[in-house]
T-cell receptor, first 108, second 114 residues
Framework: RKEVEQDPGPFNVPEGATVAFNCTYSNSASQSFFWYRQDCRKEPKLLMSVYSSGNEDGRFTAQLNRASQYISLLIRDSKLSDSATYLCAVIYGQNFVFGPGTRLSVLP | NAGVTQTPKFRILKIGQSMTLQCTQDMNHNYMYWYRQDPGMGLKLIYYSVGAGITDKGEVPNGYNVSRSTTEDFPLRLELAAPSQTSVYFC?????????????FGNGTRLTVT
């Protein structure tokens, strides 16, 4: 089983829709979790950290479920500009391990 | 602040040539990382460093070497380039420590080996 797994998608959703992605991780000792956004041919950029109690940043909500070993990202009121690949990152020891990413296309 | 700066942005190498990908950060981060990303794929860790003078192998270190003589710089050396090393290379840095700050990425170096 891979350390960090994501559904590659693509998720094609209309503008204004709500969409959610999950990311599962295999190592229960993982310490910290993040969501990154990557646009085509660009570097990943931090979208948000994921806190144990869950956290929200505008239209984005991140959740952590340690018992089931997954993190989630919810995007409300999708915008065309949200189209990108969303990578989850999990820290094991001193390393950041990334999932393969989930591609989102928001359609007009 | 410039953040994490990578040079060059693009490079084409012939098989067997060598080159160094430069990476420097001005955020006084202790931890630095090199990843490669093949088209449509995720990021794979090549090497990382938790401080000057300390380096460790990641998931895919074969064909690469690194050094960390200063906190700011973390160059990646490719010896005897092979077509399998065609990829986009990202350098990243983090403050590290307990609780971990997130990674900050450079703009990437697109390398083609022909």
């Amino acid at each position: 089983r891979k350390e960090v797994e994501q559904d590659p998608g693509p998720f094609n959703v209309p503008e204004g829709a709500t969409v959610a992605f999950n990311c599962t991780y295999s190592n229960s000792a993982s310490q910290s979790f993040f969501w990154y956004r990557q646009d085509c041919r660009k570097e990943p950029k931090l979208l948000m950290s994921v806190y144990s109690s869950g956290n929200e940043d505008g239209r984005f909500t991140a959740q952590l479920n340690r018992a089931s070993q997954y993190i989630s990202l919810l995007i409300r009121d999708s915008k065309l500009s949200d189209s990108a690949t969303y990578l989850c990152a999990v820290i094991y020891g001193q390393n950041f391990v990334f999932g393969p990413g989930t591609r989102l296309s928001v359609l007009p | 602040n410039a953040g994490v700066t990578q040079t060059p942005k693009f490079r084409i190498l012939k098989i067997g040539q060598s080159m160094t990908l430069q990476c420097t950060q001005d955020m006084n981060h202790n931890y630095m990382y090199w990843y490669r990303q093949d088209p449509g794929m995720g990021l794979k860790l090549i090497y990382y460093s938790v401080g000057a003078g300390i380096t460790d192998k990641g998931e895919v270190p074969n064909g690469y070497n690194v050094s960390r003589s200063t906190t700011e710089d973390f160059p990646l050396r490719l010896e005897l380039a092979a077509p399998s090393q065609t990829s986009v290379y990202f350098c990243a840095s983090s403050y590290g420590g307990t609780g971990f700050s997130p990674l900050h990425f450079g703009n990437g170096t697109r390398l083609t080996v022909t």
